[in-house]
């Protein structure tokens, strides 16, 4: 006799768009929601972070503290469930997976958490260093496929504007997927390799110096050339005839920089090859690069005309510096006013050593930026334009991971965050392609009744915490993750909202 063995239906995920059917043992597309015995499972665990009350700080920032809740809600720690392995609000009808209701200072306040799915959201990346990484607006690149763009530098550093909904939906498929893919791990703090059409090739990673063509970058500069003859200008004085501080933006000239003329540098007769903004301060010696301060520069007296006859003598001595201290050369003029290369003389050294120890250590930042929409906002209320109101008026405050977060002025609720301030590991992804966030709004209980928010579903910390809440409406958690909180962030409830 021989008898059938039922093979165990799929199971339908439904918190996404794609809606997978997952086989009993397999997980979903995204990795995030598998079949376990016939039940959908959300296989990271759902994060929650703690400070002790005593002190009112963590000791360690984002050291894992066990896997299983130990019972103590109020006794000697805070806690707060972030929307890392909650789950997510979807079709946006359904209600977050928590709204948490605590007591903080005296007030009640409730807590939505829910992992967005953003399909409009990028990465700002900030990469300190003067080297040229490509000109602005130029595409950069993962694996061939565009995933971003340059945009506007800032002081000291280059700016990346990866992905965007156009790169993550408006091209084609692999160029959405490998968007997806370079987001994610750039969130989740790993290394990416970025390449930039018509310059660098970049290893990026959140809090690690940028590699530049092979180079790990050391330091950021200090300050402009105009800036840094500012700087320094009292601790040249009488030491050397003459500065320049080679900038690819700003070239700064002491004997003619204002810096030079209040405490009575000499006219030289020096001659830059530049565009003269103001005096002693040139833009566009050179080309970008990377060599002398950010320009295409390797010998410097490239940017000098003739010295003025009438104004320069033989012997002047001239520094030139680049704007991070790495590049320097002590000239003397000759007979016929050519600037002829010498040993930096010793009296010299301590101010070039003082550029050195004023330009800070170069990193890479990366800040997730996402718009929360539908989905996210129906999950919290039953009138999301509620949600948008108590948010402008400063009413919910917004976290992701418990990190704090910038909100954008204008409409809708568009915030940054510093990935490097939440949990590792805190993003996830789908195939639409979208990335998934956690984000969490916390308010008043008086504001979220107000609000429309769904009363109904307030669970308080100690159920939501407790061992018997593995079990959600439409999926089970895989477990619990305590962390501490990071040491550089608000406690994500305050007393007042
Ligand atoms: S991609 Fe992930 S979240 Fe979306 S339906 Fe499949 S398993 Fe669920």
Redesign the pocket.
């Known amino acids: 006799m021989s008898s059938k063995t039922a093979k165990p239906e799929k199971i339908r995920?439904?918190?996404?768009p794609?809606?997978?059917y997952?086989a009993d043992g397999n997980s979903?597309?995204?990795d995030?929601?598998a079949n376990q015995d016939g039940e959908l499972i959300r296989l990271d665990p759902l994060t929650i972070i703690e400070k002790n009350v005593a002190d009112g700080n963590p000791v360690v920032p984002f050291l894992e503290t066990g896997e299983v809740w130990d019972g103590d809600v109020v006794q000697s720690k805070e806690r707060f469930i972030t929307a890392i392995g909650a789950g997510?609000t979807y079709p946006d009808y359904k209600p977050a997976p928590f709204i948490v209701s605590s007591n903080a200072g005296g007030v009640d306040t409730v807590t939505v958490v829910t992992e967005g799915i953003f399909s409009y959201c990028g990465a700002k990346v900030k990469i300190d260093t003067d080297r040229h990484l490509g000109p602005e607006r130029n595409l950069v690149r993962a694996n061939g496929e565009p995933v971003g763009h340059v945009t506007t530098a800032e002081y000291g550093s280059q700016m990346l504007s990866i992905g965007g909904v156009h790169h993550l939906t408006g091209g084609g498929k692999k160029e959405g997927r490998v968007t997806c893919e370079t987001l994610l791990a750039l969130c989740n703090g790993q290394a990416v390799e970025l390449s930039i059409d018509g310059g660098a090739d970049l290893v990026v990673q959140a809090n690690k110096p940028p590699i530049v063509n092979g180079a790990a970058e050391e330091r950021m500069r200090v300050g402009c050339g105009s800036a840094a003859v500012g700087m320094f200008a009292s601790q040249w004085k009488d030491l050397v005839d003459e500065v320049v501080v080679v900038d690819d933006h700003i070239t700064g000239v002491m004997s003619e920089h204002q810096a030079g003329k209040v405490i009575g540098w000499q006219e030289t007769g020096i001659r830059i090859k530049g565009r003269r903004s103001t005096p002693g301060r040139y833009f566009q010696v050179a080309n970008p690069g990377n060599g002398w301060g950010g320009t295409d520069l390797v010998d410097p007296l490239t940017i000098l005309g003739d010295f003025n006859p009438k104004k320069a003598k033989p012997g002047l001595s001239l520094l030139m510096v680049s704007t991070t201290g790495e590049q320097f050369a002590y000239f003397e003029l000759n007979e016929d006013l050519v600037p002829i290369e010498k040993d930096v003389p010793e009296a010299l050294a301590p101010s070039i050593e003082r550029i050195d120890e004023n330009c800070e250590p170069a990193l890479c930042s990366v800040v997730f930026m996402g718009g929360a929409g539908g989905s996210l906002r129906a999950g919290v209320t039953e009138n999301p334009v509620g949600l948008t109101r108590s948010v402008q008026d400063s009413l919910t405050n917004i976290t992701c991971g418990g990190a704090p977060t910038y909100r954008w002025p204008g409409g809708g609720i568009t915030v940054m965050v510093d990935v490097t301030r939440m949990p590792e590991n805190s993003f996830g992804y789908?195939?639409t392609p979208a990335i998934v966030a956690p984000i969490e709004f916390t308010m008043s209980m008086e504001n979220y009744i107000a609000l429309g928010g769904h009363a109904d579903h307030v669970l308080d910390l100690v159920d939501a915490i407790s061992a018997n809440s593995g079990r959600q409406k439409d999926h089970i958690l895989n477990g619990q993750r305590f962390v501490d909180a990071h040491a550089n962030n608000p406690w994500p409830i305050k007393g007042k909202h």
Do not use: L
């Not at 995920?13 to 996404?16: F, K, L, Q, V």
């Open positions: 995920c439904d918190a996404c794609v809606m997978c997952i979903g597309a995204c995030r929601y997510t789908v195939p």
